[in-house]
């Protein structure tokens, strides 16, 4: 049986789709983990963000959810500049 795809969250609203505790992919992060974050846009495309888990350990869920949509905003931001760009390989 397939599994629904999510729908997109309201303008400017961002659905979390999921999240998992991980061990960091990142060398110098060795033996800490991560908190992988994906999440969908307003427009249906999808994120991942990855944030050092002791970032949000011990923290509120509310406080929680502003240090992820803080960060989103911010990835989001970041890869929209590159949307719709053409460069040249020639």
Do not use: H
């Not at 599994?3 to 060795?30: F, Q």
């Not at 911010?74 to 460069?87: D, M, N, P, Y």
């Amino acid at each position: 049986m397939a599994v629904p795809l999510p729908t997109p969250p309201g303008p400017g609203r961002i659905r979390i789709v999921d999240r998992t505790r991980m061990p960091s992919l990142d060398t110098s992060r060795m033996g800490r983990y991560d908190e992988t974050i994906t999440f969908m846009d307003d427009r249906g495309r999808t994120y991942v963000l990855v944030i050092p888990a002791e970032e949000l350990e011990g923290k509120s869920e509310e406080e929680q959810a502003r240090i992820i949509a803080e960060r989103a905003r911010a990835l989001v931001g970041q890869r929209s500049s590159w949307t719709g760009r053409e460069l040249s390989i020639a």
